[in-house]
T-cell receptor, first 110, second 114 residues
Framework: AQSVTQPDIHITVSEGASLELRCNYS??????LFWYVQSPGQGLQLLLK??????LVQGIKGFEAEFKRSQSSFNLRKPSVHWSDAAEYFC????????FGAGTRLTVKP | DAEITQSPRHKITETGRQVTLACHQT?????MFWYRQDLGHGLRLIHY???????NKGEVSDGYSVSRSNTEDLPLTLESAASSQTSVYFC?????????????FGQGTRLTVV
């Protein structure tokens, strides 16, 4: 069965610290992989996506993600978090239809 | 600019009533989706469509229906609203399968069933 797991429901980091959000998936083949961000009361905005090729993907707002086939993972990273990064982050997988993880809420401490 | 819009943004309805949520996109995308978002569950797929006259059930389709009579619109109907359907609903659209498969989301509709 297809599934997406984001093990961390809530993460708190200090402003300027590094960030890694985890995502693991179970799928029949290597799917397309996505990270979306949702600010309070807003829709979802695409941060980055992986289809094939280079396993390190660069996205908007200074985010990057690394695809590891052997671990079925697609973790999101940022070297230095800004207060404006506080939001809910969703990992998604699929081809024509996307399945989402439960999300990780990021809090940024001053 | 192309966009995807949902209406209404907020809706309160009574148990047992039929409710229709509208979704309109001007991207000319073939694929359209409806998700519901609930705390602890992320977004769960309700129904989706790959083109006019095509509809498919997602993970949580019971109690919902959709129809696709044109490219731009995919209305979601709750046949007989239940309190368990209180949620935030998101519509999305994307191009055909391939490297343009990024989905664009509407702003969401908050539905409360009382």
């Amino acid at each position: 069965a297809q599934s997406v797991t984001q093990p961390d429901i809530h993460i708190t980091v200090s402003e300027g610290a590094s960030l890694e959000l985890r995502c693991n998936y179970s799928y029949g083949a290597t799917p397309y992989l996505f990270w979306y961000v949702q600010s309070p009361g807003q829709g979802l905005q695409l941060l980055l996506k992986y289809f094939s090729g280079d396993t390190l993907v660069q996205g908007i707002k200074g985010f990057e993600a690394e695809f590891k086939r052997s671990q079925s993972s697609f973790n999101l990273r940022k070297p230095s978090v800004h207060w404006s990064d506080a939001a809910e982050y969703f990992c998604a997988v699929g081809f024509n239809d996307m399945r989402f993880g439960a999300g990780t809420r990021l809090t940024v401490k001053p | 600019d192309a966009e995807i819009t949902q209406s209404p943004r907020h809706k309160i309805t009574e148990t047992g009533r039929q409710v229709t949520l509208a979704c309109h996109q001007t991207w000319n995308h073939n694929n359209m989706f409806w998700y519901r978002q609930d705390l602890g569950h992320g977004l769960r797929l309700i129904h989706y469509s790959y083109g006019v006259q095509d509809t498919n059930k997602g993970e949580v389709s019971d109690g919902y229906s959709v129809s696709r009579s044109n490219t731009e619109d995919l209305p979601l109907t709750l046949e007989s609203a239940a309190s368990s359907q209180t949620s935030v609903y998101f519509c999305a659209s994307s191009d055909r399968q391939g490297k343009n498969t990024e989905a664009f989301f509407g702003q969401g509709t908050r539905l409360t069933v009382v």
